[in-house]
C-alpha cells in the first residue's frame, strides 16, 4: 500500500517526520517497508541562473557559463548544450551531486576551462515530460517561472512528496485505501480524521432509459451499482491527478479511466467503466460464464473462462471478467461517447479462484480477494460521479442502479467489559475503551458491564459473534498501546516441564554421533525421480513410494524423500567440490512413504555418511556399534548380509531385532557415486530413531566384579570362506561350558598363503573365569575343547596349527 | 684415639660433599661403615684399651657412626632427587605443541543447539515437548486454526500441496489443534518442527525450516501473561540485557496478535546492518489464541483461554551467529558446520 504524504495531508495535519509517523504506524499494527521521496538518489541539485555565457576559445560546441546559485560566488561551468540562453534558470548539479544512473559529479577540466559542475538534462534528473514539462527535451531542462536561486530542484519542480509503503496484514482490508489508511493514520498521530464528505451530482435524465442490471448469480455479486455519464470528453486526466496515480505507481490513460483508478486508490474500491454503446442495449448481465466461452480482456488477451468464473456481459457476449479485468470490446476508447460506471461486490473467493485459474492478477482482483464491502461499493460510485463532474468529463445521468442482494444493515454488538480487561489483564473503564474506538470510527459506548459497538461498515474484521469481544480487544489494545500492557507471570497450576524420553534420546543419538567425529547436516526433503533411478532402486522398491508435491519448484524437488541419501550425498558432493576435508557426516531427519488416501508414513531416521581413505565398511559398523553400545543395544542388533540397492553388492547388511529390521548399512555402490560425480569410496547407515528407540530403556544391573582371576586364551580355526563371524560367535556363545566366558574377540581373519584357497583363517581370543574359584588347566582345556568341538561339527573348522 | 676418630668423621662429611652419584656413595659407605670401613677399623682396636677408655671410645665411635649413617642417607635421598630432576629435564616437553585427538571432535548443526537453548529454555518454564507430523491435513494446518478454505490470509503462507486435503505444513500450529484435541488441559506445550513454504530460496529465505511452536492453555490466561512468559524466555536465551518490544500484528490463529523484537544483539540496539538501522530484530510470532479455533478444537473458549507463538529457529540461528544466509544452513558445508 503507497501513502504519498501530499495525499495524506488531505485529512490529517503533518505534525512529526517520516521516522517518527513510521514508528507511530507500527505501534498500531502498520508496518512501514520504508519510504521514498520522488527523487531520491538525486542529491545536491539545486537552481542557477545563467548570468554570463561566452563561448569557449578552443572549442566548437563548448560554451563557458557564469551561474549564479545563489553563493556568494557565481560559478562557472562548461557546457555543450546549445539551447541554453542568458538568464535561463537551470538545474545545477553541484560539486558531489548526485544523479540517476549513478553519476556522482566532480569538478573537471574541460579543455583547459575548469568546470565546477554540471547543467542537467530532465533525463540526468529521471523526470519525464509528466513530471516537469520540458523535461524530456533533449538539452538543459529550462525551469519555467521565478525560481529562489539555490532551491533545490525537487522543490522548484514540485517533486518533493514522499511515499510510504506500508505492509498491510490481511485483516485490514478497508486501509488498502487512502480513506482508511488516513483515518488510522490521524488515530496514531493523535490527530483528528478530516472525513471526507461526498457531493452527490443528481444529474439530469434517468438513467433507465440507458441502461438496465440483471445480476444472474447474487452469491458472487452481492451488490452492483451502476451510473450513467453522456457526452463524455475523453482526454488526459488533470495533471495533479496524474501526479497522485503515478506517485502509488499507476499509469495514467484518460480522464474516465483515471477516474475509476483514482477512486480504487481512494476508497480501496475497484471500478470499471464500460463503453456504453458496446453494451447491447445498455443491458448488464452479471452471470457465470458459459462452457468454451472466451472473454478477450483489455490487455489484448484471449482468456478461456469457465462456469465457475463470473462474467459481466450482455445480453450476447461477455464485456469483462468480473472483479478481474474488463474485456476489449468494451473498452473506453477515445471515441466514446457514453460510460456505464461499475461499483460492485464480488465474493473474494470466488475471485480468488478465478485469478489462480487464469494465472492473472490484477490490482482490483487483489482488493477482491481481499475483500471489499457492499456499503464501500455506492461510497466510490458517488465520489467516481463526483469527479466526472469536477473534471467535466460528461454529462450525468440522474439515478443510479443499485442491486443489492448484501446485508448493509448496521451492526451492533454488546462486548463483555470485564472479559476484555480480562483477556488483556488490564483495568480499562468501558467509558475509556469508548473514547479510544471514536478516534478511529468505532461508534462504542458504556452501558452497565458492556460495551455497545456499532460496528463501521468498512470495519469488515469485526465479528457479530464469537470473535466479538475478543475483536474489541485487540482494538482496545492496540490503541491503548501493547507497551503500556505490563507484563504478568501466569498463575493458577504450576508445572512440571518434561522433555519427552523421544526427545532425549534423540539429542543423545545426536551427541554420540558428534563424540564420534561426524558433523551434523540438515538437508532438505526434497527429491526427484532422477535421484531414485541414479539410486538404482527397483521398480516395486518402498523407496519409490513417495509423497507427491502437487507444486513443486520443479521435477527435481517434486518428492519427499524416503532416505536421507541423496540429501546426504549432494552435501559430500559439494563439500568434495569445495575441497572442505571432512570425512564424516549425520543427518536426523524425516522421510515419508505414500499412504494413498491418510496422513504418509512418517520416518525419523539417522544418517551416517563416512568417506575418505581413513574409512570403511568396519569404520562405519564400528560407528554403529558404539552407537547401540550407548544404549545397550549391542547384543540385541544382528547383522546379516543384504539391504537396498544402492549398496554395492556384497559389502552391505541389514540391522534387525529379533524379526524387526531396524537398520541398514553398507559402501555405496560404485554407480551411484558416479551419478552424483562423488570420487572415492562413501559408507552410509541408516537407522530408524523410532524403532531403535523402542528397544531403549532396558534397565542396566550391576554384576558383581570376579574376585578370581581371568584367563585368556586364542584359538584359530580355518573355516569355509562363505562361514560368517556372526555364525561363528553364535556356535560359540551356544556351547554350554562350566565356566563363564566373557569376551570373544575376533583379531585377525587371513586368507592366502598356507590356507587352502576357498577357506579363511579365524583368529579369535577368549577370556575365560569362574564366579567362586581361579580356573585351573583342566577346567580351561576342558573349555577350548568344548568349543572346538563344537565349532568343529556345526561349521567343519578346522584347528589351524 | 678420638683424633683418628674425629679425622675419619671430619674426612667422610667432606667426601660425602663431593660425591655425585649413587655409586660413589655407597663405595664410600662401605669404606667408612663397611665392614672393613675405616670406623669399623677403629673398633677393632678397643681391644687394647681400659675398660673405661673403651666405653668412652665406644660411645664416642657409635656417635661418629650414627651421624655419618644419617649424613650418607641425606646423601643418597638428595641424589636420587637430582638424578629424577635429570630425568625429568630429560623428558621436559614443549607443552604447548598440539594435543593429540584420537577421533577428531564432531559438531552439532548450530540450528541443533539453537534449537535446545530455546527448548530447554521454555522446559525450566513448565513446558513439555509435543510433535506432530510434517505432511498434515489441511484442516489442521489451516481450517481449525481460524483459516477455512478461501481465507484471504491463507495466501500469507504459499503452501506445498499433496493433494487437496494434504498439505506440507507451513508452520508448527497445526499442532496446537492436535494438541488442543488430544491433551487435557491445562498444559503448556512446546512443539518443535520442520516446516514448509513455497519460498524461492534467497539469502533470506528457504522453501523448508525451523519452527518452535508454545502453547498454553489455562483458565485466565491473558495477552499479558503471554508478553511475561516472552519476557523471560528472551532474557533467558539471549540475555538479561536484551530488551524486548512486542506490536500488534495479525495472525488468524490469535486474537489480539503481536510480533516480538529483541533489541539487535549485533549492534546492541544503536542500530546497523544486520537490523537494518532500526535497531530491532524480530524474533516471533505469538497471540492470544482465537476462540474460533479454540471452539473448532472442541474447548469453551470461555471456560478455557490460551496464548500460542512461533519463533523460527533458523532465524534465530542466524542472529545469535550473525549468520548472513539462511542458504549456509543447509548446504552443509564442513568449513561452516566446523566452526559452532
Known sequence: MKLPLSWLKDYVEWNVTPDEFVEKLMWRGFECAGYEGEMDGITNVVVGKIVALRKHEDSDHLQICTIDVGAEEPLCIVTGATNVFEGALVPVAMDGAHLTEGIVIKPTVMRGVKSYGMLCSGHELGLSEADYPGAEFNGIMILHGEHPLGQSIQEAVGMDDIVFDIELTPNRADCQSIIGMCREAAAALGQRFKEPTIRHIEGEGDIHDYA???????ELCPRYTARVVTDLNIEPSPAWMQKRLRAVGMRPINNIVDITNYVLVEYGHPMHAFDLACVKDGNIVVRNAYENEIVTTLDGKERAVTPDMLLIADPEKGVGIAGVMGGLNSEITADTKATLFEAAAFKGSSIRATTRKLHH???????????????????????????????????????????????????????????????????????????????????????????????????????????????????????????????????????????????????????????????????????????????????????????????????????????????????????????????????????????????????????????????????????????????????????????????????????????????????????????????????????????????TGAKRTYKPISKFPKVARDLAIVVDNKVTAAEVSRVISQTKLKVILDDVELFDVYRGVGIPEGKKSMAYSFTLRSEDHTLVDEEIQAAVGSIIRALETRLKAELRS | ????????????????????????????????????????????????????????????????????????????????????????????????EPGIRRQPSGRLHPMTQTYREIRDALIGMGFTTFHGPEVEYDDFNFTKLNLPKDHPARDMQDTFYVNDKVVLRTHTSPCEARALMTVKPPFRLVIPGRVFRVDEVDASHSPVFMQMEGLVVDKNISFADLKGTLDEFVHTVFGPDVKTRMRPSYFPFTEPSAEVDISCTICGGKGCRVCKGTGWLEILGCGVTNPHELENCGLDPHEWSAFAFGIGVDRVTSLKYGINDIRLEYENDARFLGQF
Open chain 1, 212 to 218: 438496465s442490471v440483471t445480476v444472474e448469480n447474487t
Open chain 1, 361 to 695: 492478477v490484477t490490482d482490483a482482483a487483489a482488493r477482491f480477494i481481499k475483500g471489499v464491502e457492499p456499503v464501500n461499493a455506492m461510497l466510490a460510485e458517488e465520489r467516481a460521479i463526483e469527479l466526472v463532474d469536477e473534471l467535466h468529463a460528461g454529462k450525468v445521468i440522474g439515478g443510479t442502479i443499485d442491486v443489492c442482494n448484501a446485508d448493509i444493515s448496521e451492526h451492533i454488538i454488546y462486548t463483555d467489559i470485564a472479559h476484555i480487561n480480562r483477556i488483556l489483564h488490564t483495568e480499562i473503564a468501558g467509558e475509556d475503551m469508548a473514547k479510544m474506538l471514536a478516534t478511529i470510527n468505532i461508534d462504542a459506548k458504556a452501558a452497565g458491564d458492556k460495551l455497545k459497538v456499532r460496528i463501521p461498515h468498512f470495519r469488515t474484521d469485526i465479528e457479530d459473534g464469537l470473535e466479538a469481544d475478543w475483536d474489541i480487544a485487540e482494538e482496545v489494545a492496540r490503541l491503548y498501546g501493547y507497551y503500556n500492557i505490563k507484563p504478568s507471570l501466569m498463575y493458577g497450576d504450576t508445572f512440571a516441564g518434561k522433555l519427552g524420553a523421544d526427545y532425549v534420546f534423540e539429542d543423545k543419538v545426536k551427541d554420540e554421533m558428534a563424540a564420534q567425529g561426524c558433523y551434523e547436516m540438515y538437508n532438505y526433503n526434497f527429491t526427484g525421480p532422477a535421484a531414485l533411478d541414479a539410486l538404482l532402486l527397483d521398480k516395486d522398491s518402498e523407496k519409490r513410494q513417495c509423497v507427491k508435491i502437487l507444486n513443486p519448484f520443479g521435477e527435481d524437488q517434486s518428492l519427499m524423500r524416503t532416505t536421507l541419501i541423496m540429501g546426504m550425498l549432494d552435501s559430500l558432493k559439494r563439500n568434495q567440490g569445495r575441497k572442505t576435508g571432512h570425512d564424516r557426516f549425520f543427518e536426523v531427519g524425516n522421510v515419508h512413504f505414500d499412504n494413498n488416501d491418510s496422513l504418509p508414513e512418517e520416518r525419523k531416521m539417522l544418517g551416517l555418511l563416512f568417506s575418505g581413505e581413513n574409512e570403511s565398511y568396519f569404520t562405519l559398523k564400528g560407528a554403529v556399534e558404539q552407537l547401540l553400545e550407548k544404549f545397550n543395544l549391542f547384543g540385541k542388533v544382528e547383522f546379516a548380509a543384504g539391504g537396498s540397492e544402492f549398496y554395492q553388492p556384497g559389502r552391505k547388511a541389514v540391522m534387525s531385532i529379533g524379526k524387526e529390521q531396524v537398520g541398514e548399512l553398507g559402501a555405496v555402490h560404485p554407480n551411484v557415486l558416479k551419478s552424483w560425480g562423488i570420487d572415492g569410496r562413501v559408507y552410509f547407515a541408516e537407522i530408524d530413531m523410532n524403532k531403535l528407540f523402542a528397544h
Open chain 2, 1 to 96: 684415639m678420638n683424633e683418628a676418630l674425629e679425622k675419619i668423621r671430619q674426612e667422610a662429611l667432606a667426601r660425602l660433599q663431593e660425591v655425585r652419584e649413587e655409586k660413589e656413595l655407597e663405595e664410600l659407605n662401605s669404606s667408612v661403615l663397611g665392614r672393613s670401613g675405616s670406623l669399623t677399623g677403629i673398633l677393632r682396636t678397643m681391644g687394647q684399651l681400659d675398660k673405661e677408655q673403651r666405653a668412652k671410645l665406644g660411645q664416642a665411635s657409635n656417635a661418629v657412626k650414627k651421624e655419618l649413617e644419617q649424613a650418607i642417607a641425606e646423601r643418597r635421598a638428595k641424589i636420587a632427587q637430582l638424578m629424577q630432576q635429570k630425568a625429568f629435564e630429560k623428558e621436559t616437553l614443549d607443552v604447548t
